[in-house]
């Protein structure tokens, strides 16, 4: 009998910056099996903890910037090969859970997560300019569905039932 299938569970962040990175993404430089690459504050839903509670972690482990979620941009259901050094090694599946929100100042002596080179704030433009460089096609695509105005669902849409947080998770 072969293994189930079960996708990826990941949750990313879009920041559009106030003030002096008015009209910017907040986005991270980090290191991947295939050489640094662009992307949204982004990872891995953990056991025992909801998705925006993820979103929340992710984001201040990879820009040690506070994330404030104000909405769902959008659910994401890709597949992509996963390769080392550009060789194709096997297909993964991600179901992204993508949310938009605002940061506070970053937190002083935090350190970024283990393979984040550093934080960087693109515009749109840019981040088009560098595609190439993406983690995945959705960095451009969230960016862009974020700035043309598309509708944002209430967090309230999201339900973590109790048995799926800290003690009472099953394993």
């Known amino acids: 009998m072969s293994e ?12 559009e910056g106030r003030g ?23 990872g891995h ?9 993820a979103a929340i972690r992710e984001t201040m482990e990879e820009t040690a910037h506070p994330f404030t979620p104000t909405g769902l941009l959008g659910i994401y259901l890709s597949r992509s090969m996963k390769t080392r050094r ?16 605002t940061v506070g100042d970053p937190v002083a002596g935090r ?36 700035a043309s105005g598309k509708p944002l669902a209430a967090l309230s849409t999201l339900h973590t039932d109790p048995s799926a947080l800290g003690a009472h998770a099953v394993a």
């Not at 839903?45 to 509670?53: A, Q």
């Open 4 to 15: 189930p299938w079960k996708p990826n569970v990941t949750v990313a962040s879009v920041v």
């Open 20 to 42: 002096p990175h008015a009209g910017r993404y907040l986005v991270v430089e980090e290191e991947t099996r295939d050489g640094l690459r662009i992307n949204q504050p982004a």
């Open 45 to 53: 839903l953990d056991p025992g903890e909801s998705l925006v509670d």
């Open 86 to 101: 550009g060789e194709p090694l096997e297909p993964i599946t991600y179901l992204r859970f993508t949310f938009v929100g």
């Open 111 to 146: 350190a970024l997560d283990d393979g984040i080179v550093r934080t960087l704030w693109l515009s749109l433009d840019e981040l088009r300019a560098c595609r190439d460089r993406h983690r995945s096609p959705m960095v451009l695509l969230c960016a862009e569905e974020h």
